[in-house]
């Protein structure tokens, strides 16, 4: 893809077992969130670190000079959000992003269709 032209911005948040904990916990605790609650999470939360394993060779393996990935902390989600579009931003940056020059027979055009409209 990216030999085509694609930029490929690839962002992994990171979040603690801690803040996991936390976060479930306020699930529970907070009635508007009990909606984001299962208890399928448990049985999942029991093999963390064996995700987290999967986690860091899908990274290590999948990284690219042309389309790296952006390992940010996420227990604070302000800062993760902060970071997350700062790096959009500075790859938008890069990446020197232009509108199309239109021909002259295009710009002739756009007068004939502005003229149609106005007269309408």
């Known amino acids: 893809m990216t030999d085509n032209g ?3 911005v690839k962002i992994f948040l990171n979040v ?3 803040e996991q904990k936390k976060r479930l916990l306020d699930r529970i ?3 508007e969130k009990n909606w984001k609650f299962s208890t399928a999470d448990l049985p999942e939360r029991a093999l963390f670190d ?3 394993e999967c986690y860091e060779t899908a990274i290590n393996e999948t990284s690219k000079d042309n389309a790296p990935w952006y390992v940010l902390p996420a227990d604070n989600k302000w800062f993760a959000r902060v970071a997350a579009i700062q790096i959009i931003i500075d790859t938008l940056k890069k990446m020197n992003l232009k509108y199309p020059k239109l021909s002259e027979e295009d710009k002739a055009e756009l007068q004939e269709a502005k003229k149609q409209l106005e007269s309408e």
């Open 16 to 18: 603690s077992k801690d």
């Open 6 to 8: 694609t930029t490929i």
């Open 29 to 31: 605790n907070e009635q």
């Open 50 to 52: 064996k995700y987290m």
